[in-house]
């Protein structure tokens, strides 16, 4: 059974900075796909940032420049480190890790940003 454990969120005002982080305890075969989504009220799930097993990233066009995302893979971690934080970036922000054979989803974090 693989659980994904993710740390981070929370409340922080518009222009700081937070760093989310997410685990994988258990046995899990060679994650391929590691990634940030997030979920803002009302609205559908999306992808922030990827990264795969070589290390190329993807980003949603409105975090570029601010999110980075980055993987140990030896240790099945994934992290966002995300700046210059906007009011928008409000969400529930869940980890996901993929291999060939499954998808896995982490709980999810809060992150809120006020003015």
């Known amino acids: 059974q693989v659980q994904l454990v993710e740390s981070g969120g929370g409340l922080v005002q518009a222009g700081g900075s937070l760093t989310l982080s997410c685990a994988a305890s258990?046995?899990?075969?060679?994650?391929?796909?590691m990634a940030w989504y997030r979920q803002a009220p009302g609205k559908q799930r999306e992808l922030v940032a990827g990264i795969s097993r070589q290390g190329s990233t993807n980003y949603l066009d409105s975090v570029k420049g601010r999110f980075t995302i980055s993987r140990d893979n030896a240790k099945k971690t994934v992290s966002l480190q995300m700046s210059s934080l906007k009011l928008e970036d409000t969400a529930v922000y869940y980890c996901?890790?993929?291999?060939?054979?499954?998808?896995?989803w982490g709980q999810g974090t809060q992150v809120t940003v006020s003015s």
């Open positions: 996901n890790m993929q291999n060939v054979f499954t998808t896995y």
């Open positions: 258990g046995s899990a075969f060679s994650i391929n796909f």
